[in-house]
């Protein structure tokens, strides 16, 4: 029986008082229980890890958001999207330095062709002498358009190259980019791990807490009904 003591039990409390004096009536008893019911006070400890609770529920992380995503989105877009192939050798830069190479050997060419023909004739000049030159001329200009089907290849390896850099770069930042995702749900796992920790730490704490004062609650409830009952037995004697 409480006999008008109070009982705390650790953390949350619930508590019961009265007078101390060993004069008191039954009446008087059971006038203490009735203005002294248990009440529930979570303790400091509980408001603490609750506050925590709280605190950490605020902190969760955000969406992932990818550095990459622009670059990614770009780049694939790039690929998707890419011309075919096509090769006009009038604008290879390559092809216009060999085609000064060529044309530069051809008139040197077409001069001294022309001129040892002229030399057989006695110096003077003739159509003879012009149609070898001309000869020497084209001849290193059909080298010239020889060369066309070679630089077209070689511009298709380039094509091909460069389709090939742009993939592997696409796929470099595919993976950096699924790098950093994982990163972001390892610290996605951790928040939640550490908040269900906090949460069942707190569950834990409150409903130890809430125990003992339904505990106490109920010690409560039989010592007044003892001193109720001892009131009416009283009573009716008295009666």
Do not use: C
């Amino acid at each position: 029986l409480y006999g008008g003591g109070s009982s705390s039990s650790g953390g949350g409390s619930a508590s019961i008082s009265g007078s101390s004096s060993s004069h008191k009536t039954t009446a008087d008893w059971l006038a203490d229980y009735e203005g002294n019911r248990p009440t529930y006070t979570p303790s400091d400890d509980l408001n603490a890890i609750r506050d925590q609770l709280e605190q950490f529920e605020a902190q969760r992380p955000g969406d992932y958001q990818s550095q990459y995503r622009d670059q990614i989105d770009s780049l694939l877009d790039e690929i998707l999207n890419r011309p075919d192939f096509s090769y006009d050798f009038n604008d290879d830069p390559l092809y216009q330095q060999y085609k000064d190479q060529y044309t530069q050997q051809g008139r040197l060419a077409m001069q001294d062709t022309m001129g040892q023909a002229a030399a057989l004739t006695g110096g003077f000049g003739n159509s003879y002498a012009q149609s070898v030159g001309q000869q020497a001329y084209h001849g290193y200009l059909q080298q010239l358009n020889n060369v066309i089907p070679e630089l077209q290849q070689n511009a298709y390896g380039m094509y091909m190259d460069e389709g090939n850099t742009m993939r592997t770069n696409l796929g470099l930042l595919q993976g950096m980019d699924e790098m950093d995702y994982g990163r972001y749900r390892d610290d996605v796992d951790d928040y939640y791990r550490d908040l269900q920790y906090y949460y069942n730490r707190y569950n834990d704490m409150s409903d130890r807490e809430y125990d003992r004062y339904a505990n106490d609650l109920n010690a409560w409830l039989a010592d007044r009904d003892y001193w109720y009952n001892k009131s009416q037995d009283e009573q009716e004697q008295s009666n």
